[in-house]
């Protein structure tokens, strides 16, 4: 069982991430063909564009916090010790941890009230909730990722290793 916990814990926003780009391109290809051969496009092409993108938007937010690849200012990391680099990693994680609870917590209202109201989409008629329940799957998955976070962090502060710092896009 660990061996796919590893496996899903590895790579389960890349393939959500995978699908939800294959989808979004797909059907805006599929819709600029329409509109330039046919001259006609559907209301419904545009909502799973659209729906497709907020989704990639907020499981692609959880990835950044897995790998540490969000955006952040690190210039003073160059200049301190493993202890203060670990320590400033940790209180940042700490405060991004406040603010996904706290934007979960109030996103689970708006989905909420989608539900009991029966809200659809304009075009595809089905129920809004699932797509406004990306920000509380988004942040559930930010949440997630941030206390696997700040597990590691401790633990690399416990041992003296040197903290996680993620990829560099540039150096």
């Known amino acids: 069982m660990s061996g796919l916990y590893e496996k899903i814990d590895r790579n389960a926003e890349r393939w959500a991430l995978l699908v939800f780009y294959v989808m979004l391109v797909a059907t805006m290809f599929i819709e600029v063909l329409r509109r330039e051969l046919l001259s006609y496009s559907s209301i419904w092409g545009e909502e799973i564009v659209r729906y497709s993108f907020i989704y990639l938007a907020w499981i692609g937010c959880a990835a950044a916090v897995k790998e540490r690849g969000h955006i952040r200012i690190d210039v003073i990391l160059q200049y301190v010790g493993r202890r203060v680099k670990a320590l400033l990693y940790i209180f940042g994680d700490l405060v991004m941890l406040g603010v996904a609870l706290i934007a979960l917590y109030y996103s689970f209202e708006t989905a909420g009230v989608a539900y009991k109201f029966g809200n659809v989409t304009h075009g595809l008629r089905i129920g809004q909730v699932?797509?406004?329940?990306?920000?509380?799957?988004?942040?559930?998955?930010?949440?997630?990722?941030?206390?696997?976070?700040?597990?590691?962090?401790?633990?690399?502060?416990?041992?003296?290793?040197p903290v996680y710092e993620g990829d560099k896009l540039f150096d």
């Open 130 to 161: 699932w797509f406004l329940a990306a920000v509380p799957i988004g942040f559930t998955l930010v949440t997630f990722r941030l206390i696997q976070s700040l597990i590691r962090d401790f633990k690399d502060l416990r041992d003296g290793r």
